[in-house]
């Protein structure tokens, strides 16, 4: 794959303004170490950061792309419902469009890494855990340490389930709240433990 770069002959120097290029190029770079292609990260962040909706054609001239990676990589990308097909009056070919909601795009690739990574990582410690527990010759440490990291999981996971079922317009203000939200609930557990106690 060719780059953005002021080399690249592909991309003319009006293309993109520096910061653009910037966040394109850093995009991808973040694909990368996320487990997702160069190519794919960097034509999702240029679809981000356009006022209209671009063909293949297009999105393959600016960032000088091969014509067929670029239609690989929309597949993925409409496979991920990261970008969507928008039908454009007068012109034949497919054009797309990033979703424009952040929150929406967050949560989408969230859901994406969680399927990929967490859920495959959770299925493979439950059938350890369930074989230790069953094997004499597993010390009593391996065990707890095993049966600790799961509880972990399954209360982080039931976590994401209930932020990813509240709605943004509650769960924004909340978020922006910080340490404040910590504070307040360790005074409602010292409150708890005074009653309790």
Known sequence: MTEISETNPA?????????????????????????????VAQIHALLLVQER?????EIAGLLGM???NVSTSLKDLVAWDLVRRVPIRGDRRDHF???????????????????RE?????????????????DPQT?????KRLSDIKELMDVLDGWY?????????????LIRM????????????KKKEGKGG
């Open 139 to 143: 010390n009593e440490i391996a065990v």
């Open 66 to 68: 091969a014509r067929s």
């Open 97 to 115: 469009e990033a979703e424009g909601d952040v929150w929406e795009m967050v949560f989408r690739i969230i859901e994406m890494r969680k399927a």
């Open 53 to 57: 909706p671009l063909h293949a054609e």
């Open 11 to 39: 991309v003319s120097a009006a293309s993109f303004s520096p910061a653009m290029e910037r966040f394109i190029l850093h995009w991808g770079d973040m694909g990368g170490s996320w487990g997702v292609n160069r190519s």
């Open 178 to 189: 910080g340490s404040k939200a910590v504070d307040l609930l360790k005074l409602f557990l």
């Open 118 to 134: 967490i859920d495959p990582a959770k299925s493979v410690l439950s059938h350890c855990l369930d074989e230790a527990r069953g």
């Open 161 to 173: 389930g209930q932020v990813k079922s509240t709605p943004k317009e509650t769960l924004l203000p």
